[in-house]
């Protein structure tokens, strides 16, 4: 409900004095209390104007004094009421009260204040998202409530996203039953969470790629059939037959390093080939006519990335001649960029430096996508039990052109694992997604980008009742699904002046007004706009600082200009 509140000239329209100390009533965002028949209503002030003097004070206005007619207007709304159950102060959202004409407006009290945000922390489970802008109150929140049904952090970058996120993090940290995934895309989290500072085991840092002794490369055979498709990107009228046949029979071939060719497990040499080679055709249709019957034993170990190309390439190329079988040049130029394209992942050093493309034992038993899909989850997201409370994925040494393929994947893996799973087996679990930008986004067009989608979208809507909490942390909003943003239900958002980002928010979330929205633009550092389902009232915040604060602070760069030291030859560096 819009009102209109007139401020007497003798008050001067700024600052209101009571028992509790002196307030500012003329901001725009602060909150007021109007008495209304027995209960207190509570408006947020949206605007503030002046009346013009000349007009007001002009002679034969009805003999008005100068000191009793107000000269300043504030335009608010009604965002509910207060009332006290049981000696406590509680807030109840209501847009459809209105004053009674006439009615007084106070300033808020501290108490009053802590009462619309959520109050002083009261149990373990509270969690300090700031202080208040306006009225100085403390914003909690309960965790369940925070983050139950997912959480969106938004802002440009140096705005104190990870500041924040870290944050709130120390806090849940601190719950001895925490479980906390950490997506680090720049490998900042570390800093903010010093073993010293926890129970031993507390935190765990898995590094994606590199050589260390925590580092961990993904098996390409762990991405999945689904993953590894994503990633070569086949055309559908003939590569994707001919790569799925390939995925489907790849843990029942042997790979000859010297020849560079494939067989079965019992063959002593290569039969299979991906260079449309003339020789040793009747041996590759031997081969590939017993795979098709489903009667090639399974292998001991997975084969090379490089041994896909020879699968798919006799299971397309080879056809009748007048000479009997060849391998078809024709046939062949369909599915050779296919090939190319796993020649060039398999050579390069940047996706071998994440990915481990040598093949090997697997995680133990029968070779199977699912085994494998399954060990990679628990390496990365835990099993029934952990030890850990927060585990940190490093993964700054993950390029970003490979960002979307292979964390698409490992998220593709990890929502067939907990749909699987069941709600009855709930592994309660917060995701921290940071620079989700990246890669909860929609690759390529028409079908193939509902593809790609399924898996972060399908864990946006449907992971809340698996026990999967998201917490998506980007700078650029518009970029993002818009599926996955339009089920955060607490959004916290620091400056973006975007006009594209400030519209994709506020197409996404229900609960964001215009004139709100409008405002994140104009925000200082550190400071956020903080609104939702889980949330009393959209709140102008103070970020809480982390302690020790993410590797994620702006360069020195004023240290150039320090002096050298007095004991050392300039000339030496010059």
Known sequence: MDITLNLMDVHRGQLAAHVHGVSVVTEVGSLLGIESGGRLLVMKVQSLSFAEPKEVHRVGLSGTSVSSEPLRHLTGLVVGRLRRDSGRLTFVSDSLS?????????????????????GDAAT??????????????????????????????????????????????????????ARVVIFDINGEYEDAFPASSYPPNAIKVTRIGGSDSDSY?????????LGLQRLLLPSDKTQRPALTFALDHLNKIKWFASSKGAGLE?????????????????????????????????????????????????????????????????NYGNISPLITRIARFTDDEMFKDVV????????????SWRNESKAVVERLFGGDEVDWRVHIVDLRRV?????????????????????????????????????????????????????????????????????????????????????????CNTWVSFRLSSEK????????????????????????????????GSLQLATLIRAPTAD??????????????????DGLDVNEFL
Request: charged share 20%; with cysteine; aromatic share 6%.
């Open 124 to 177: 373990p489970a509270d969690i300090h998202l700031g202080d208040d802008l306006r009225g100085g109150g403390r914003l909690t929140i309960d965790l369940q409530n925070l983050v139950s049904r997912h959480v969106a952090v938004l802002g440009s970058s140096g705005q104190g996203k990870s500041c924040f996120t870290a944050a709130v993090l120390q806090q849940i940290a601190k719950m001895p039953k």
């Open 399 to 487: 390029s970003h052109d490979l960002t979307p393929f292979v964390l698409g994947a490992v998220l593709e893996l990890y929502a067939f694992e907990l749909f699987s799973r069941g709600q009855e087996n709930k592994r309660e679990t917060l995701l921290v997604l940071e620079e989700a930008h990246h890669y909860l986004r929609q690759m390529g067009t028409g079908d193939e980008a509902v593809n790609n989608a399924l898996a972060y979208e399908r864990l946006a809507k449907e992971g809340r009742k698996f026990g999967l909490a998201l917490w998506l942390s980007t700078q650029r909003p518009s970029e993002i699904s818009p599926t996955v943003l339009s089920q």
């Open 356 to 367: 481990d493309v040598a093949g090997g034992a697997g995680c133990g038993g029968p070779l």
């Open 266 to 330: 019992s063959d002593t040499q290569a039969s299979l080939f991906d260079d449309c080679r003339g020789d040793r055709v009747l041996d590759a249709q031997a081969i590939i006519q017993c795979l098709r019957a489903g009667t090639a034993p399974v292998a001991s170990a997975w084969p090379p990335m490089q041994a896909m190309g020879p699968l798919i390439a006799d299971s397309h190329a080879i056809s009748p001649s007048n000479k009997g079988l060849e391998r078809n040049a024709w």
């Open 501 to 532: 980002d400030l519209s994709a928010i506020q197409s996404a979330s229900e609960w964001a007004d215009k004139r709100e929205v409008r405002r994140i633009a104009g925000l200082a550092r550190q400071n956020a706009l903080a609104f939702g």
């Open 217 to 225: 490369r993904i098996p390409y055979y762990a991405l999945g059939r």
């Open 98 to 118: 209105s004053p009674a004409l006439g009615a007084e407006a106070f300033p808020l009290t501290d108490d009053e204040l802590s009462s619309i945000l959520g």
């Open 548 to 565: 020790p604060l993410p590797r994620s602070e702006d360069g020195r760069f004023n240290q150039w200009a320090d002096s050298l030291d």
